[in-house]
């Protein structure tokens, strides 16, 4: 188990990007590189197992990175049959509208998985199952709007047992329907057993702005390691996740109505409750800030039918992410006025290729959207790589 580390998170960085697919297309994440899972819990091989090096679980974690070269390990092969649990632990998974879930299954043939999500890794739900390549999920059919799961478990459907790679070959597991999920151990917020919060809280103020520039709905969750009563831990935590709420609302002007506490007590411990460093690690406060559900409806957020395809912008407080159909494209920017996003646009190719990279490719440059005042049209300014924006070919309506 990583605690991650506070100062090291580019909030900027973590919002909306697409990734290839796999299959010769791109999928927006909303949450970015921090969508995806970040840990093995356990790995079954399946029998017959893959050659050696080809069943390696780690490599189904973190961003999509399968190259399709020959000796690409980027990807695991589950085996005939095989298990893989995961889980998620900077961010959390729930449904959203749309799909919720992807699996990336690689390679040409179908091997079909059944997946699995679960909030404690012990209790499992059924959400159906892929159908080989690269698959989409809705879990809504299956969830409370307002559950949040943390773990992913996928077995081999046994469709194959020949070949170097038998069964599934995965390369990523993401959360489209994705939030921040921030933990905090208590040691740093808390005195042993006590509920009122210690002198240093700059890592509460940071994670505040945070939750400040997100604006949605945040969920405080307390846990604690499994020393006194399951009772008396209810209690602990409970009180802790107030204090969080109170810090956070009294000192750092966020609304009370948008969050939520919750005590978990020591259920779902992240590490083994038999050793000190262990218990160490479950005594912790999980912060879990959602997107702002609530935005205006003639906001630039939406669906728009442009000159460079459909373009589909999502907005997090100030910063602007999304996607259109056209090669592969990308925009990440700012509001710099309620009615001007100010940013880049990035594609697979294009006349120029620029000097570094954004996002991993080349073929980039800024751009000025302005929107009328009933935010039903666009227009867009765009220039190559650093250059001023000047070109005007890029307009469109709301769809
Ligand atoms: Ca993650
Ligand atoms: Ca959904
Ligand atoms: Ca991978």
Redesign the pocket.
Known sequence: MIFISLFSINIFAQIGRTYDDGHGGRIFFPFGDISFADEVISFKVGNPAPIAGYGIPS????I???KDERDDK??TSLGYGGELVVKFTDNILYDIDGYDLIVMEIGAAIEPVDVYISKNGIEWISVGKTGGGFSKIDISKYVKKTDVFRYVKIIDMKERSDGNWPGADI??IGAIGSSINFQLNSSVLFKTGESTLSNDKTELIKIAEKIKKINGLTLIEGYTDNVGSPESNIILSEKRAQSIKKFLTDSCNIAANLIETFAFGESNPVADNKTEDGRKKNRRVEIIVFPNSNQAKNDVVGIWDTDWGELHIYRYGETIAGWYTDDGGEIVGKLTDEHTIEGKWVENGSDRVCGENVYDRNHWGRIIMKFNEAFTELSVKWGYCSDEPTKVDWNGKRK
């Open positions: 490599q189904a974690l973190n999509p990175d399968y980027n990807a390369d990523a």
